[in-house]
């Protein structure tokens, strides 16, 4: 069991990381290190989505650098994705983490949806 709750914990660490590590890179590297991602058209915005069993992330570009990324957790790992950034960032406020990335500083905020999902939203803030 002991395992178990290592490898899941790792798992979540690793998602963490790939949203973290996707922020600030480019439209092309998406598009040439993401293939399996949809390419979606919001409101003349383009997002790079995809779901797995961790749940849901899509990711933002403004001249052409990803600069948002926006991830819903399935609600069994919402805790675990929080005790990480605890452990792991800056605590800024209530549901509010920092941590200092190449080229700039990476935001985290944790907010309830109009539809009652939690949802993790990252900024990249340039330096």
């Known amino acids: 069991m002991k395992n178990v709750i290592i490898v899941l ?75 990480a950034y605890n452990e792991k960032f800056i605590i800024k406020a209530d549901r509010q983490w920092e941590a200092f990335i190449s080229g700039g500083l990476l935001q985290v905020f944790l907010r309830l949806s109009d539809t009652k999902e939690w949802v993790f939203h990252y900024y990249f803030v340039q330096e």
């Open 9 to 83: 914990i790792l798992s979540l660490i690793g998602v963490s990381a790939h949203s973290q590590a996707m922020i600030g890179k480019s439209l092309n590297f998406f598009k040439k290190e993401c293939p399996n991602y949809k390419t979606e058209i919001l409101k003349g915005d383009l997002y790079y989505t995809v779901e797995d069993e961790l749940g849901f992330r899509a990711f933002y570009f403004e001249n052409n650098i990803n600069t948002y990324c926006m991830f819903v957790p399935t609600n069994e790992y919402k805790h675990e994705f929080i005790k």
